[in-house]
């Protein structure tokens, strides 16, 4: 079925670093999602994206993310700069036609803030 | 905002059984409202959706219910397998300008044999 592909699968970075998560959404998706999973538990909302822009973001999408898809690249997530607490398994997701349809997830990015 | 509150935290059951997971939702506006599995150490995927014009969908061994009017929705997994063990996830979307889909906390469903 279709894919979604997340790079890297494993990140370690010092606090306060700048991270970049990469997501290489279905090829005819049109709308992209990051979520946050800490612990194996909730799926945490964080930003959703269409068109070039955000169209709804969580309280969780703090002033330190920020998401982008550049023409024919990758959707990213990134954290400028990171703090401890966003130690978490990033997911990123993509649909066509928006959220009334499935979602497909990518395979999550295990991100550590020591 | 949407909230969805899922009921069950961890479910056992003996294979053959049936398991049913309960999920509650806030917003009058949520209109569709999938499944998604997550088995361990993986991402998740789609099991089975419902939306708010039928109150009941089956797909082999997976029945969903809504119940619009108690904001109520429903999982049931006929004839347990093994193989259903998993992490559970119901979620609610609705559109606010941007469809946002809101997942409940996770059902751990364990059956054994």
């Known amino acids: 079925g279709p894919k979604v592909l997340q790079i890297p699968s494993h990140q370690i970075i010092d606090m306060g670093q700048m991270v970049t998560l990469n997501c290489d959404p279905v090829s005819n998706h049109l709308y992209f999602y990051w979520y946050k999973q800490i612990l194996g538990q909730q799926m945490e909302f964080l930003v959703n994206?269409?068109?070039?822009?955000?169209?709804?973001k969580s309280k969780l999408f703090k002033d330190q993310f920020s998401v982008e898809r550049p023409d024919g690249s990758y959707f990213t997530l990134k954290i400028q700069p990171t703090a401890l607490e966003d130690s978490a398994v990033y997911f990123c997701?993509?649909?066509?036609?928006?959220?009334?349809?499935?979602?497909?997830f990518g395979s999550g990015t295990r991100l550590t803030v020591l | 905002g949407e909230k969805v509150e899922q009921h069950e935290s961890t479910l056992s059951v003996r294979e053959g059984d049936s398991a049913v997971i309960n999920c509650t939702y806030t917003?009058?506006?949520?209109?569709?409202f999938p499944w998604y599995k997550q088995e361990a150490g993986k991402s998740l995927h789609f099991v089975i959706d419902i939306r708010s014009n039928v109150d009941r969908k089956q797909s082999q061994r997976l029945i969903v219910l809504l119940d619009k009017k108690a904001k109520r929705f429903s999982l049931h997994i006929t004839a347990t397998q093994p193989e259903d063990s998993a992490i559970y996830f119901c979620?609610?979307?609705?559109?606010?300008?941007?469809?946002?889909?809101?997942f409940g906390s996770g059902t751990r469903l364990l059956v054994s044999p």
């Open positions: 979620a609610a979307s609705m559109w606010t300008g941007g469809y946002k889909v809101v």
């Open positions: 997701a993509s649909s066509s036609t928006g959220g009334s349809e499935t979602l497909y």
């Open positions: 917003d009058t506006a949520s209109s569709y």
């Open positions: 994206f269409y068109n070039g822009k955000v169209m709804e």
